[in-house]
T-cell receptor
Framework: DQQVKQNSPSLSVQEGRISILNCDYTNSMFDYFLWYKKYPAEGPTFLISISSIKDKNEDGRFTVFLNKSAKHLSLHIVPSQPGDSAVYFCAATGTALIFGKGTTLSVSS | KAGVTQTPRYLIKTRGQQVTLSCSPISGHRSVSWYQQTPGQGLQFLFEYFSETQRNKGNFPGRFSGRQFSNSRSEMNVSTLELGDSALYLC?????????????FGAGTRLSVL
């Protein structure tokens, strides 16, 4: 029973365009959400987070939106760059940090 | 500040053997969590240690165990290895007790069971 779902295994975007990665969750008790980026042969790297009391958090090219009523969050990357090509994991904090299965983003130049 | 260090980076074992993986957290971090990553399964939570006590445990069999030392370093042990245990094992450390749980990951230990 997956509590955090990333329904798109992959996403392809052209350089300079917007990348939108989506994440759904089922547990309304989650109070903190995080996005991680992972390159091959490396551990995940923290990207950006959002508290459940907010609906938006921005850090440079990265913005995370939270829609609590829909139990949905999204990560926007604008503009996308080839170096953004990686696997992106959505995670939520309950008693432990619960991860989605990841979305592989490919940004072509 | 040094990041999370995991050793060894790669391991090859055979079925039935046991293995111990090591994790040194970021200095000052008292929480250490372990995850298993397999293709298509994302990161699955194994357990979390805080101040030498197991605080949380995922849905893995008892063959998977861990411990944390007084200096916050942690070890994970897998006994009676099975082929399905082949995976990337990731360790993460965090500063916060609860709530804003930003975890910082090591590069992982790639375990291959033959």
């Amino acid at each position: 029973d997956q509590q955090v779902k990333q329904n798109s295994p992959s996403l392809s975007v052209q350089e300079g365009r917007i990348s939108i990665l989506n994440c759904d969750y089922t547990n309304s008790m989650f109070d903190y959400f995080l996005w991680y980026k992972k390159y091959p042969a490396e551990g995940p790297t923290f990207l950006i987070s959002i508290s459940s009391i907010k609906d938006k958090n921005e850090d440079g090219r990265f913005t995370v939106f939270l829609n609590k009523s829909a139990k949905h969050l999204s990560l926007h990357i604008v503009p996308s760059q080839p170096g953004d090509s990686a696997v992106y994991f959505c995670a939520a904090t309950g008693t432990a940090l619960i991860f989605g299965k990841g979305t592989t983003l490919s940004v072509s130049s | 500040k040094a990041g999370v260090t995991q050793t060894p980076r790669y391991l090859i074992k055979t079925r039935g053997q046991q293995v111990t993986l090591s994790c040194s957290p970021i200095s000052g971090h008292r929480s250490v969590s372990w995850y298993q990553q397999t293709p298509g399964q994302g990161l699955q939570f194994l357990f979390e240690y805080f101040s030498e006590t197991q605080r949380n445990k995922g849905n893995f069999p008892g063959r998977f165990s861990g411990r944390q030392f007084s200096n916050s370093r942690s070890e994970m042990n897998v006994s009676t290895l099975e082929l399905g245990d082949s995976a990337l094992y990731l360790c993460a450390s965090s500063l916060a007790d609860r709530g804003q749980n930003i975890q910082y990951f090591g590069a992982g230990t790639r375990l291959s069971v033959l």
